[in-house]
């Protein structure tokens, strides 16, 4: 068992995947009745819980407490609340503190790092080059500062093992949120789709490495080269949209941000979901449409296909062409066998099915430092 100078600390996750994983693990704590614990959650994450209908008052203590990267280091009421417990588990880190916990642990999903030299580098401006290494430079100092770190994939390991050579590395494999498997807990969402020929969608923010800014260039050469009109579908923040071009917008709708529960609703939304993303650690996103039966067009990338199998549509990220014609070739090239291509992509899909054995392994981390 757990012991009151547990904490597991959630305050610095704020959006987008990371989100979704915590509510999962805080859900399936509460379904374990693994409540011996202290939490702090983030403001959006604490929303998030609300939704799901999760019960937190059981744990031993629970803080609504909102922590933003570097800043942590002089928020002084943060560093007073983290020095009452022994052994700190931060579901995504780093753990910014100067006086770290007896015990650290920490999760890793920072692609930037194990991959410094990825290709999303060379579209950026110099001066924002340089502010992005300083910043995961300094990330992973406090990284490095943790006792040990999980991953969620093998390659992640590899790569990181190269960096963090004496640390203890676990691998707990992500999964598809446990509301997928209730259509009662789905929510819907509001949208008229329009006179389109294919709905594609991403549950995306507009980070530079997801390579949303390709899409209109996809519309086009789809529109040009096969007379098909697409739209696709996306998720981002109504500041992020209002930066796109006009000629992103004639191709592409905004349903703005979602919930964990809208999330299947958004899949039934569309025909299938594109994935163009440069630089990854792992997402959900291509699972969560195979789980969906929804066809998936993503990178030609490792940290997809060690995910995908041979259960998505591959495309070079950096070609418009190429996706154009991967999009067309499965929607109007006559194939016989599609439903058995997506039959395949949901049993895939369903060996990541299981949220409460991740819970668990996290757990099991957790008991083996406290028995140490």
Known sequence: MANNLNLIN??????????????????????????????????ELNNELILLEVDLSLFI???????????ALIDFKFIKFLSKFETVFTIFGPLYCWRKPSYSIVGFAQP??????NEVYKDLRFHKKIQIKCKYFLQSYF????????????????ELSKYIVSKKIHIVNNCVSSIFNNKDRWADIRYTPGNNDVTLGIVSRDYPHKNLNILKSVGEVL????????????????????????????????????????????????????????????????????????????????????????????FDPTNPNDIASKIYEYFFNKKPKKNNLLDNAYAKAMTYNDPSERAKKYIRIIETINKS
């Not at 203590?61 to 800043?71: E, H, N």
């Not at 930037?112 to 030299?117: E, T």
């Open 61 to 71: 203590s629970i803080r609504v407490y909102d922590t933003f990267g570097l800043s």
């Open 223 to 314: 529109m040009k080269d096969f007379n098909v009109k697409v739209k696709f579908l996306v998720t981002l923040t109504p500041q992020e949209w209002s930066q796109k071009e006009i000629g992103f917008h004639e191709y592409v709708d905004n349903i703005g941000k979602i919930d964990i529960p809208q999330c299947p609703s958004f899949y039934n939304l569309v025909d299938g979901v594109i994935f163009p993303s440069l630089l990854e650690c792992f997402s959900a996103t291509p699972i969560e449409a195979m789980m969906m039966k929804k066809p998936v067009f993503a990178s030609d990338r490792p940290f997809v296909r060690q995910v995908c199998g041979d259960d998505a549509f591959y």
């Open 112 to 117: 930037w790092i194990i991959y410094p030299n």
């Open 10 to 43: 959630a305050s610095n996750i704020h959006s987008g995947g990371a989100i979704q994983v915590a509510a999962s693990f805080f859900e399936e704590l509460v379904n374990l009745n693994e409540l011996d614990f202290n939490i702090v959650i983030s403001s």
């Open 143 to 158: 990284f490095y500062r943790g006792d040990e770190i999980i991953v969620e994939l093998e390659h992640v390991k590899t």
